[in-house]
């Protein structure tokens, strides 16, 4: 396979879109016991009035919020895959910035690090608050279940 940001992004979704599709189905089988589908049901509208105007609304906003976790755990795979050497070596990522703070020599050069390192910590835990806050946001009960 050639090194480039394509094949990555391909390697990426082939690991991951398993719990992706877990996710979205566990959320469609909860939505389709929730009463105002089967209500939907009992007055008889058709099956694809009940996808398009009452399980897909409600059941978007949560796979949002989990798109954030999982954009967090990508930055994290792609970090790791290049770190281990195995991505596009033409371009620069903060796992090849990681990578290239072991010398040679395989002297450790801990000022190297800090900063990629930093900017992986930061940007995940960016992006895992932004989910949080959406979750929150969307489902206020559960905010007052986990104080």
């Given at each position: 396979l050639p090194r480039n940001t394509y094949?990555?992004?391909?390697?990426?979704?082939?690991?991951?879109?398993?719990?992706?599709?877990?996710?979205?189905?566990?959320?469609?089988?909860?939505l389709r016991n929730q009463d105002f589908v089967q209500s939907a049901r009992a007055v008889g509208l058709p099956l694809r009035s009940i996808l398009f105007r009452h399980m897909l609304p409600n059941g978007v906003t949560p796979v949002l919020v989990d798109s954030s976790f999982a954009i967090a755990a990508a930055?994290?795979?792609?970090?790791?895959?290049?770190?281990?050497?195995?991505?596009?070596?033409s371009q620069a990522s903060w796992?090849?910035?990681?990578?290239?703070a072991t010398g040679e020599a395989g002297a450790f050069q801990w000022w190297v690090a800090?900063?990629?390192?930093?900017?992986?910590?930061?940007?995940?835990?960016?992006?895992?608050?932004?989910?949080?806050?959406?979750?929150?946001?969307?489902?206020?009960?559960?905010?007052?279940?986990?104080?």
């Open positions: 094949v990555m992004m391909a390697i990426i979704g082939c690991v991951t879109w398993t719990g992706a599709a877990r996710y979205i189905r566990a959320e469609f089988y909860r930055i994290l795979f792609e970090a790791v895959i290049s770190y281990l050497g195995l991505g596009d070596l796992g090849r910035l990681l990578r290239d800090v900063y990629p390192g930093l900017a992986i910590f930061l940007t995940v835990l960016a992006y895992n608050l932004i989910g949080e806050a959406l979750r929150d946001a969307i489902d206020p009960k559960l905010k007052k279940a986990r104080v």
